[in-house]
């Protein structure tokens, strides 16, 4: 079946996956503003956002 909005494969968290992908902006805070969209599943984004929330709770828990 085709779309007729363009289909943009999944960039993944490890890797490529097979999923479509939507342009989301994720729970980081680059100065470069591009570098905070990525475009994923919503699988691949919801493991992005734990790793990221993760990452905060590390910086933010104790040794800052
Ligand atoms: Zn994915």
């Not at 999944?10 to 570098?35: F, H, I």
């Not at 590390?58 to 040794?63: A, Y």
Request: aromatic content about 8%; glycine content about 8%; some cysteine.
């Amino acid at each position: 079946m085709k779309d007729e909005s363009e289909t943009v494969c999944c960039q993944g968290v490890d890797g490529p996956c097979a999923e479509p992908a939507k342009l989301r902006r994720q729970n980081t805070s680059y100065n470069d503003e591009e570098r905070n969209w990525v475009k994923m599943c919503d699988g691949c984004f919801e493991h992005n956002q734990k790793h990221w929330a993760d990452m905060w709770a590390d910086l933010n828990g104790g040794r800052l």
